[in-house]
């Protein structure tokens, strides 16, 4: 009887490897699954990203600030918030200036404005946005709910100081927020200042998620702004600043940083371009999304007293 050929191990093992390796399609299927719930966890990311944004910024903000005739005020506000700020009355003053504060912020980001507009002989007016520092309010909504917020203040200066021009200059959501006020009420004011304000939402988000994911910023804005509707009740047709300029019927100041990724020069530029006349634009050398008033004092108060001066 004739003995069977014996088959080596290593033979053995490359004929069971068919056997063992998954078919083609179960790969192209784990593949797919594995791209889903890779998806799914960014979609995750973003929502508690969305959740973040739009969360209160509440915060205790100290005593009225010495030697400036400065009162505490509190201010009754459509958006449904009673807003808390200081007004700082500059004895002989002419002109009341509203400061309204960037995202995030709270009156004291603009108490060096404030300082020196009182040094000049304007009076100023600070003030928390509802969900910012002691103001109340459930969500901060970019401008939207804050637009409630300025024409509240605007009400409120005009009858504390009713033979006083009125001026207002916002930073990046203060400004949102003046603009955005501009609506079916004309708030009259005799001058604004606009200091790093973004055009649209859309923009925004997109820039911002520009310098962290690169080209996957084109998802992901998205993403952001469809949770509007869901946490905030608006949409981004709603924040679009840009589209209001040209309700200003006073002459503007618009100033951003060469360097502002957040809100890029050629977003600034198109700001300026659909304003209406008188206006003026300074762009600061090499500067980013940030305070422009400590980026270059010397600059940003001599332009703005310029301005100031000449209305």
């Not at 053995?12 to 390796?21: D, M, V």
Request: glycine share 8%; net charge negative; with cysteine.
């Amino acid at each position: 009887m004739a003995r069977s050929k014996s088959t080596s191990p290593s033979s053995r093992e490359s004929a069971l490897l068919p056997l063992l390796a998954p078919p083609r399609t179960s790969r192209r299927r784990w593949l797919q699954i594995s791209a889903g719930l890779t998806f799914l966890g960014a979609l995750s990311v973003y929502w508690f990203l969305g959740e973040k944004l739009v969360e209160p910024v509440q915060r205790q903000i100290g005593v009225v600030p010495e030697g400036r005739f400065a009162i505490e005020v509190r201010i009754e506000s459509e958006s449904g918030s009673k807003l808390a700020g200081w007004y700082l009355d500059t004895p002989g003053a002419r002109t009341t200036v509203l400061l309204a504060h960037p995202l995030h912020g709270d009156r004291r980001a603009m108490l060096g404005r404030a300082h020196f507009l009182s040094d000049a002989g304007y009076s100023c007016l600070l003030f928390d946005f509802q969900a910012h520092g002691e103001s109340q309010g459930d969500a901060i909504t970019f401008g939207f709910l804050e637009a409630e917020d300025l024409r509240a203040v605007v009400n409120y200066a005009r009858a504390l100081t009713p033979e006083n021009q009125l001026v207002a200059i916002g930073w990046s959501l203060g400004g949102a927020a003046i603009l955005l006020a501009q609506g079916t009420e004309n708030l009259a004011l005799d001058g604004v200042v606009l200091e790093s304000v973004y055009p649209t939402i859309d923009e925004a988000l997109y820039n911002r998620l520009q310098m962290r994911v690169g080209p996957l910023a084109a998802v992901f804005a998205p993403v952001l702004a469809w949770q509007l509707p869901l946490r905030l009740g608006i949409g981004t047709d709603d924040l679009r600043p840009i589209e209001h300029i040209n309700l200003l019927h006073c002459p503007v100041l618009i100033l951003g940083g060469s360097a502002d990724e957040h809100t890029t020069p050629a977003e600034t530029r198109a700001l300026f371009a659909a304003a209406l006349n008188p206006k003026s634009l300074v762009l600061f050398e090499g500067v980013r999304h940030t305070d422009l008033h400590q980026a270059n004092q010397e600059l940003y108060e001599a332009r703005v007293l310029q301005f100031l001066a000449e209305l």
